[in-house]
């Protein structure tokens, strides 16, 4: 498995911009696709972006494609989710997620077998 620690989150004005990082440790992080997902109050969680082991295959939420941008650097052992133009709606706790073996990107929860603690995002005026 993968232990996973997300930083970034804030409170950030509608329009604005932040950057999640996700640092990993463990030897299966160069051989896991990557997931974002988050979760409002209230709402079940959900998909938001994937990137394949490689770093060159992505998968995005509709919600969210072309505002969020899902990279990594397997070098440093880290996934990023650069997150643009935000609105209220994108306001939630957001996780990062590790599928071991997975060789494409999935929007699966169940795929995902180690998560991070999460960070809080909060789009507010």
């Known amino acids: 498995q993968v232990q996973l620690v997300e930083t970034g989150g804030g409170l950030v004005q509608p329009g604005g911009s932040l950057r999640l990082s996700c640092a990993a440790s463990?030897?299966?992080?160069?051989?896991?696709?990557m997931g974002w997902f988050r979760q409002a109050p209230g709402k079940e969680r959900e998909f938001v972006a994937a990137?394949?082991?490689?770093?060159?295959?992505?998968d995005y939420a509709d919600s969210v494609k072309g505002r969020f941008t899902i990279s990594r650097d397997n070098a440093k052992n880290t996934v990023y989710l650069q997150m643009n133009s935000l609105k209220p709606e994108d306001t939630a706790v957001y996780y990062c997620?590790?599928?071991?073996?997975?060789?494409?990107?999935?929007?699966?929860?169940?795929?995902?077998?180690?998560w991070g603690q999460g960070t809080q995002v909060t789009v507010s005026s």
């Open positions: 990137v394949t082991w490689s770093g060159r295959g992505f």
């Open positions: 997620a590790a599928a071991s073996g997975v060789t494409g990107t999935t929007r699966r929860s169940t795929w995902y077998d180690s």
């Open positions: 463990g030897r299966a992080f160069s051989n896991s696709a």
